[in-house]
C-alpha cells in the first residue's frame, strides 16, 4: 500500500522565535509550532488536552515541553503526552526543515 504524504510549507525557520510557540492553521487543523533551544523545530495540536483547553502556542516552553498557559498541564512536544499527575494527549505532526522553509508532513 502507498501512503501520500502531503508537505506544506508553514514558516519560515530563522523566523521563529527560540521558545515561542507560533500558530499554523493547515484546513481545520490548529497547529502550534515551536523552536527549541538546540534548533529542533516541533508541532502539536494547537489545544490543550484539559477539558476546559487552552491555546498551547500561547504556554511556555522548558526543553522539550510545554505548559498549558491556562492550567499549567506539562505537556511533550516529542509524543504529546500529558506528564503525571495529569493525564492526556495531543496529536503530534512530523516537521521537516529544508534550507530556510519549515514544512509540516501529513499523511
Known amino acids: 500500500m502507498i ?3 502531503m508537505k506544506v510549507a508553514v514558516a519560515g525557520y530563522s523566523g521563529l ?3 515561542a510557540g507560533t500558530e499554523v ?3 481545520d487543523e490548529k ?3 515551536f523552536k527549541l533551544t538546540n534548533g529542533d523545530v516541533r508541532a502539536v495540536e494547537n489545544r490543550s488536552p484539559h477539558p476546559k483547553g487552552g491555546v498551547l502556542s500561547e504556554g511556555l516552553v522548558s526543553g522539550n515541553y510545554v505548559f ?3 492550567y499549567d498541564w506539562k505537556i511533550s512536544l516529542v ?3 500529558v506528564q503525571a499527575p495529569d493525564i492526556g494527549q495531543v496529536k503530534t505532526y512530523e516537521v521537516l526543515v ?3 522553509e519549515v514544512y509540516i508532513l501529513l499523511g
Open 68 to 70: 498549558c498557559p491556562v
Open 79 to 81: 509524543d504529546g503526552k
Open 25 to 27: 492553521q493547515i484546513g
Open 17 to 19: 522565535a527560540v521558545r
Open 98 to 100: 529544508e534550507a530556510d
Open 31 to 33: 497547529i502550534a509550532i
Open 3 to 5: 501512503q501520500t504524504v
